[in-house]
Nanobody, 116 residues
Framework: QVQLVESGGGLVQPGGSLRLSCAASGFTFSAYTMSWYRQAPEKERELVASINSLGGPTNYTDPVTGRFTISRDNVKNTVYLQMNSLKPDDTAVYYC?????????WGQGTQVTVSS
């Protein structure tokens, strides 16, 4: 059974940091491109960052470039999103996604709230 389980979300003040994790099971993690998406209230889901199966290259949406870092551990079957200098606009549910050809899996999401 395929599972993607996100963790690490929470409430943080502007300028703070969080590290999201997505633990994968039920498929060959090292063969999949992994991505983080986010969806803010009343907005469409958007790509935040992605990383290929071997750990590079990485891709980021412009608003997070220089502040967020995506990485993966193919031994632990986990992908991470280090988020620094967080802003209120980063408030959203963050989702993990795994893709390889036609196979496409999503996690259930973890809430990130940036507020003072």
């Amino acid at each position: 059974q395929v599972q993607l389980v996100e963790s690490g979300g929470g409430l943080v003040q502007p300028g703070g940091s969080l590290r999201l994790s997505c633990a994968a099971s039920g498929f060959t993690f090292s063969a999949y491109t992994m991505s983080w998406y986010r969806q803010a209230p009343e907005k469409e889901r958007e790509l935040v960052a992605s990383i290929n199966s071997l750990g590079g290259p990485t891709n980021y949406t412009d608003p997070v470039t220089g502040r967020f870092t995506i990485s993966r551990d193919n031994v632990k079957n986990t992908v991470y999103l280090q988020m620094n200098s967080l802003k209120p606009d980063d408030t959203a549910v963050y989702y993990c996604r795994a893709r390889r050809f036609w196979r496409d899996y999503w996690g259930q999401g973890t809430q990130v709230t940036v507020s003072s």
